[in-house]
């Protein structure tokens, strides 16, 4: 990344400030703004997120902020309630009062004499979650938004569930924000009342993660904030950004498609992070595009960006499986509009073993049943590319999943969009799941993982109102795989592999399961794309270009490890991984730093012995004054339920001064 010192605008002091909500809270936010904005009204952008802008997002915050106030923007970071230094209590994510209070800020912003009265909103992850929902409650000084890594539907393509089934991300996300929104606020910001703010978080929160394990359905839980109830709610324009390594670029595709307001997307083949920054890249100028987009809509210019083809993307090439890829290789394509008018697709159908293109009406059913370790090369279901956490060799799958594969193929084969296994089939048991996983195999026999879906088939009717299974009943229904833009190689071949079970990703099913697939009705779908004259023509992207460094001292230097072992007495098989952010020390002598440990384990044929484990340790502190916050939580499989226990210590310079225990029986509801 290149840093800029010089910009168009000179830059002022950031301006810390606290806006009033009508109900007496007062939300604590840092404004960047060119040094004439008082004289020369500049549009806000507001960045609005529970992640402390005066710790943990102060190194990314000054990179963006200080870009886009050179630029001639108000750069505006502001702390949600209940979370860094604004009052009030943090209860849940895309609550209510979060969408009200964002509502009431961009009013606050539009009033200022700095502001020009034009006002945006962005964000990644949950800033780009409230992005869409705000922009959906149409507050009228609010005039575009850009939303990267975000959904627009909760139960669809969030953290809590995928294709019926409960991922175990639920929990691990989860159970890290408790030490999170318990943390204090900073006494150098809000004075003597931050041991009453801290307390009231401590006395008036709970345990988040409990209440959204009672949600296994889609019901008005997930409905709340999925902006897909109600499409046409969205006015404004709208760029939307992801990765095919992120956990949510499928919402890109629904609401290019869906939604009416004018709109681009852009995904690389980036992870859960901004492309500026990301890794695998090609990482590339996205503060250069943003500022096209803002210029645009909040500056009314001429940039030539609602020209170009409304949507771009990383076609990736072949590449062989590692855990951590510094560049992945392929072009950029790009499309007028979604679905393409010429899309395609090509059929395949199974054989033992095989994939082909003929079909034969006489093939006997195929048994396909899985260990509870199957799915253990995955990496993580949302990876964010620092640590080794991109899915391994898929070879070494082999033995737990129900392989087909492509003969060697002559030529290229390019797809873009979802891949859909249509599967006729039946189980042996009441409760099942069936995952899917594409590969690209190399012909030394390692094999890359391209993209994966599972699908809980007690939700083949409907995802509000599952049922059992009738053992031994076949049905049809469509296995779709992440969407995805990939060349195959001409030499390699592609693989399907077809599971019971994908740990750790999602939680198994009560019981060992048997699957029979009628391979004579049943096919996979690819979306076959051809290469396009216009795919020479697109405009190529900058390189990447930030705003000076926040300063800082790094006191201790970040590590992460992640491992998977194998015990010998029980042959539970451990994922462990263990991430450590390092101490930190910033220009005003504030210290933060964050220890994670995530473990999940689960014996072979014993679906029941599936078990998680997070444990959390936030720091704050300056001199000789520390706050320390522990969190542990742990969630297992039963047969009827899943039985969960968290707890959490707060200290204040290693005098305990609050604690909490929770244990939590959560009933299946047909997962």
Known sequence: MKVRTEFPRRLAAPRDVFIPMPD????AARIWLPDDADRNPVPALLNY??????????AADALSQTYLAGHGYAGVRVDMRGSGDSEGVLRGEYLDHELDDAVEVIAWLARQPWCSGQVGMYGLSWSGFNSLQVAARRPPALKAIISACSSDDRYADDVHMMGGCLLTDKLTWGASMLARYMSPPDPAVVGDKWRDMWLERLRNNGLWVAEWHEHQRRDGFYKHGSIS???SAIECPTYLVGGWLDAYSNTIFRMAERLRCPRKALIGPWPHKYPYRAKPGPQIGFLQEAIRWWDHWLKGRDTGIMEEPMLRVWMRDAERPRRRLDKWRGRWVAETKWPAADSASSQWFFRPGRLTTENDPLEPEIEISSPQTAGHTMGAWCPHGIDPDLPGDQRYELGHVTAFDSDVLGEPVEILGASIARLDIASDSRNALVAGVLSEVFPDGSATLITYGVFNLTHHDSDEAPKELEPGKHYSVDLRLNEIAHRFAAGNRIRLA????????????PTPVVLRLRPNTSHLSLPVRDPKPCDEDLTPLPAPEVGPPSTAEVVSKPSSDWTVTRELESGRLVHRRVTDSGLTRLDHGWEFGKKLKLEYSVVP?????????????????RGDWSVRIESTATMKAERNSFRLHAALDCFESDQRVHTDNWDHAVPRDCV
């Open 229 to 231: 109830e109600d499409y």
């Open 24 to 27: 007496g809270v007062h939300l």
């Open 498 to 509: 077809i599971s019971t079970s994908f740990w750790p990703t999602v939680w198994p099913s």
């Open 605 to 621: 044929d014993d679906p029941l012995s599936a078990q998680v484990l997070v444990r959390q340790i936030i720091t704050f502190g």
């Open 49 to 58: 997120k529970p992640y402390r802008k005066r710790d943990f997002t102060t």
